[in-house]
């Protein structure tokens, strides 16, 4: 028997148009319903689809053609929805940005897409001089002074299924990031098929928090506008308002990271007013049993969700609601209409339980990365046995008998010290596990062989490694400990790992293996 899951629905049956369709159907179904919210105002999906028009207006009269690229560098609203739906609905291409990116990282991005306007907040300080290009600069405050009148939907409706929808940067191996190339059917069968396992509500408020550059804070308004139901989402506002305004928003479904599901909980802890979750769920990084549990403790009622994917094909397994309370560890099985496999080394195609590779096959699966062949072709390969098309991750999993995937780590996360094999999400996990550890990062040992382990704790280091070394083999517990008041996150509120690995670069030479400080790497 071989570790090959295929779910039972056919792709076939999730298959459909472009993906703006969703928001002229809710549009004409229920004109009247609460699209979209941020801290300003509401937009019914009549409203937003009428928005979405005067893009489509405004891009005809900056002279935008299909397939032009359009970057748009804001904070979640209301008008970057609205934004977003009219660019792709008017063939070109919709590429965001964290607002939170640096001068260096923006001008690298805008070079390698060559978009034809770039969209901004009104300009920073430190962005003055971020080189556009070809590109045309503009403030949304600009833009929405001089929206025009909308266009009728058979002027707007410009682009088919087969148009790229997305550019979607994510970071990888490499020193700069990489943008997947996303087309509008391959979008849609994605959002179908997640759909179809979530099951959003018309009556459901999703709060999104989540930065849209992030492809699962951005998916959340396609999941939305196929529900109908209503998107709520925050810009500027502090971290500590973010459950002020989740319960202001009368939120039932959460999508979480593991940084904001512990920044929700230490708010909840403090007395605040709590929305009426009925649907966590969780990717980008592992949600550990513990802040599971605390998370159903604080929303009795609410289930939780694990789920696994990345960029490059969106989502690739979802678990069912509170699956990992029967099968500890488990990410879930494959979408409807998706493949996933584990195989070794020689792409050889393993049975349960033998951990390995993991590789899908879909109609979710991108074309590849921007204006690079080379890294397509080494992450898209014919797969082993059935020769079509396949995304081989570099992700390190294992499958089940029932097919629950087990998601184990990255290649790169994965390493041998002192003869043994182990990986940075095991030692992680052990290092939660003990008493007064919120956070955990490990970086496989660096150049001088060092291991280090960086937590949030009220335990000491030297607690801390106490603990882990009555969890984990010898080899397997880090040389050092560095205890931080928080851990540095990347604009997708993941720990970022970069950082932590610059920070060891400048450590000294500890004079014993434990290490407490409370500055900030």
């Not at 008017?90 to 001068?103: D, K, L, T």
Request: proline share 8%.
């Amino acid at each position: 028997m071989t570790a090959t899951v295929h779910e039972g629905n056919t792709a076939a049956a999730l298959r459909t148009g472009p993906v703006y369709e969703w928001l002229a159907k809710a549009a004409e179904r229920v004109p009247d319903a609460v699209a979209v919210r941020d801290e300003t105002a509401v937009w019914t999906y009549r409203e937003l689809d009428r928005f979405s028009r005067s893009v489509c207006a405004w891009l005809r009269a900056q002279g935008v053609l299909r397939g032009d690229r359009v970057v748009v560098c804001l904070p979640n609203s209301r008008t970057v929805v609205g934004l977003l739906y009219g660019v792709i609905r008017y063939g070109a291409v919709f590429v965001p940005v964290s607002p939170e990116s640096r001068p260096y990282q923006l001008t690298a991005l805008l070079q390698d897409c060559r978009p034809v306007l770039f969209v901004h907040e009104e300009r920073k300080e430190h962005d003055r001089d971020v080189p556009a290009g070809d590109a045309r600069q503009i403030s949304v405050e600009q833009l929405l002074a001089d929206l025009p009148a909308p266009l009728p939907r058979a002027h707007a409706d410009r682009a088919d299924r087969s148009d790229v929808a997305l550019l979607m940067y994510t970071s990888g191996s490499t020193s700069r990031p990489k943008a997947v190339v996303c087309r509008h059917e391959q979008i849609a069968f994605a959002v179908a098929a997640v759909a179809s396992r979530l099951a959003y509500r018309p009556d459901d408020v999703v709060y999104c928090r989540l930065p849209f550059s992030f492809d699962y804070g951005l998916y959340q308004v396609f999941l939305c506008a196929q529900a109908g139901a209503a998107l709520a989402v925050t810009g500027h506002q502090p971290e500590p308002a973010v459950l002020k305004f989740a319960a202001q928003y009368g939120a039932t479904v959460l999508p979480l990271v593991p940084t904001l599901a512990i920044l929700l909980l230490r708010l909840a802890r403090r007395g605040r007013q709590l929305p009426p979750v009925r649907l966590i769920t969780n990717t980008g990084a592992e949600l550990t049993a513990g802040t599971a549990a605390e998370l159903r403790s604080v929303f009795p009622g609410a289930a939780v969700v694990f789920m696994y994917g990345m960029t490059e094909c969106k989502r690739i397994t979802i678990a069912g609601a509170d699956e990992d309370l029967r099968a500890p560890g488990t990410v879930g099985t494959a979408l409807p209409g998706t493949t996933v496999d584990i195989v070794d080394e020689a792409g050889t195609v393993l049975p349960p339980g033998q951990p390995g590779q993991i590789v899908v096959c879909g109609p979710h699966l991108m074309d590849g990365y921007w204006q690079a062949p080379r890294p397509t072709d080494e992450r898209y390969r014919p797969h082993p046995v059935t020769g079509e098309r396949a995304l081989f991750t570099g992700d390190f999993g294992m499958l089940d008998s029932a097919g629950r995937l087990t998601f184990l780590g990255r290649d790169d996360d994965i390493f041998k010290r002192r003869g043994m094999r182990t990986s940075t999400a095991e030692i992680e996990a052990a290092a939660l596990d003990v008493p007064g550890v919120v956070q955990a990062a490990v970086n496989p040992p660096g150049s001088d062989g060092r291991l280090h382990l960086w937590v949030v704790s009220e335990a000491g280091p030297a607690d801390v490694l106490r603990g882990l070394s009555e969890r984990l083999e010898p080899a397997k517990v880090p040389d050092h400990c560095w205890v931080r008041e928080q851990l540095p996150q990347t604009a997708h509120g993941k720990v970022d790992k970069r950082r932590l690995r610059e920070a060891e670069r400048e450590l000294p030479e500890p004079s014993t293996p434990v290490t407490r400080t409370g500055t900030k790497p």
